[in-house]
């Protein structure tokens, strides 16, 4: 039975209506950058701004150090303007899948390509408490800020594995609904779970080494390395 399941946030626990997708497009888009579908969808789940200096210039703009970092300033502004018109929800049946686990005695932790100063208010907005025991929704989260890099890495999932005490890569699944999600998940060295919950279809992620295409995050709980021995 695995240790510790790490999962993605939008897109993968959290349904924000595809606002991340609009906000980075948008943010790059003001630089005179044409975002393309495919590259977008290519660095979602990446850190925002590795992905806006990457889409920049695959959008025939020089990614400045400057202009990047305006870029991501208006990223932030504007997912915090969408995102107070329409808060992100829990995916359906993520909390009660979670829970499960965790009553089994696996860890669950959230990775997202964001920093602390977007993911912490967000799942405030949840009402999702972080931390081991009773009364919480998760045991940890890590995002861009925990790490020297973003997905496809697998810094984000060795940091969960710290932050939790798991020591085995083996005994860790990653699921995420982005490319670099099942990327990371391989990199890391454990199980790699694709999510059809974002905006990828089951082919697009299975080009990708994985152990599984699932709908969601709720069929994991069914996985034989999730049950009890």
Avoid: C
């Amino acid at each position: 039975m695995i240790e510790l399941a790490v999962f993605d946030m939008a897109g993968t626990t959290v349904d924000d209506h595809g606002i991340v997708y609009i906000a980075l497009k948008d943010a790059v888009e003001e630089t005179g950058a044409t975002v393309a579908t495919a590259d977008l969808q290519e660095w979602m789940g990446a850190d925002k701004i590795s992905a806006i200096t990457a889409l920049m210039r695959l959008g025939n703009q020089k990614p400045t150090e400057q202009r990047v970092a305006a870029a991501f300033v208006r990223f932030r502004e504007i997912l915090a303007e969408r995102y107070a018109a329409t808060p992100p929800v829990a995916l359906p049946g993520v909390e009660e899948a979670m829970a499960i686990l965790r009553g089994r005695g696996i860890k669950v932790a959230l990775t997202t390509g964001f920093d602390d100063a977007v993911a912490y208010p967000l799942l405030e907005s949840l009402r999702w408490a972080v931390g081991a025991g009773t009364g919480t929704t998760v045991d940890a989260v890590v995002t861009t800020s925990d790490v020297v890099a973003g997905r496809p890495a697998p810094f984000m999932i060795h940091r969960a594995m710290e932050k939790t005490g798991v020591h085995n890569v083996r005994k860790v699944l990653a699921a995420g609904d982005t490319v670099v999600d099942v990327q990371a998940g391989r990199n890391a060295g454990g199980i790699s779970v694709g999510v059809l919950t974002g905006k990828l279809s089951a082919k697009e992620l299975a080009a990708h080494s994985h152990d599984y295409i699932l709908a969601g995050v709720v069929d994991i709980p069914e996985l034989a390395e999730t049950q009890s021995a």
